[in-house]
């Protein structure tokens, strides 16, 4: 059936199948200087050029990785980043047929007028950065906006963060960038699954209700959704049977199988949580190619093994795979612990 044809359009497909490919999924390395930061404190690092750039040659240099990931989300300063050897880190992508990403929004500030909530910026000037990033070898995109359920979350909000989704997603396309589309609905809160459910229902309406009118094409986008579970300080948690219930449940009702691909966040969950997670939604055949893009449960073991020692960067190297080929496995749904 016809298609909404673009000069891209052809392309931005294949990418998505690319990435949307069976045992595949997206490791996201793509955190700002200030989260990144973060991480290499945790393991007593300064936040350094050179130790950003020794952390994602490590992650970005695995042999082997393209066998479980697809695609890999990046910050600015890495797509224009080499290893220590000289070689484009994108190129080192490349080679293992992962398709290299970029992170495109501006990160978030308050909104006024709002429940003390938050949106997200970047739409200025997108469109000359995204036709940038193609040149550089990106060929996927991201943007990542929040949702918080115990701010409200008010009217406001969901729609702004629906707009901004949808008008990114239309000029990342216009690029030929596929979008990655992540309303992520925050872990925080003492409520329980059902007032999840019931949020990330309201929020996925009016996401696709926006990328339809922005005539996005739906064939040639992923998904990034937060899992459906009780929130963080709510007293009873959820079984991966419960979560992978509830969350395919709103997929059902909320997303249009011509998605190619579901690419969850981890947002906090342990290593083993959101590998299980996974699994548990893959125990039968879903519509779409249900997978992972994970930063937090795809680098928390590497980091810790790593600890900024060059004697250490092969075992982190191998605890990467290690994640990433358990989460490959519960993308098939074969994961046995
Ligand atoms: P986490 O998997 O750590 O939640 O990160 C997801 C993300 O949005 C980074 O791209």
Redesign the pocket.
Known sequence: LPIRAGHYTDELLKTAKTIASPGRG?L????SNATCGKRLDSIGLGNTETNRQAYRQLLLTTPGLGEYISGA?LFEETLYQSTTDGKKMVDCLVEQNIVPGI?VDKGLVPLPGSNNESWCQGLDGLASRTSEYYKQGARFA?W?TVVSIPCGPSALAVKEAAWGLARYAAISQDSGLVP?V?P?ILLDGDHGIERTLEVAEKVWSEVIFYLAENNVVFEGILL?P?MVTPGAEHKERASPETIANHTLTMLRRRIPPAVPGIM??????SEVE?TLNLNAMNQSPNPWHVS????????NSVLKTWKGQPENVEAAQKALLVRAKANSLAQLGKYTG
Do not use: T
């Open positions: 997206i996201a390395v793509d955190e989300i992170k991201k990542r990655i992540e992520e990034k937060s969850f966040l981890s947002g906090g969950q959101a992972f893009s994970y930063a937090r449960a795809l680098q």
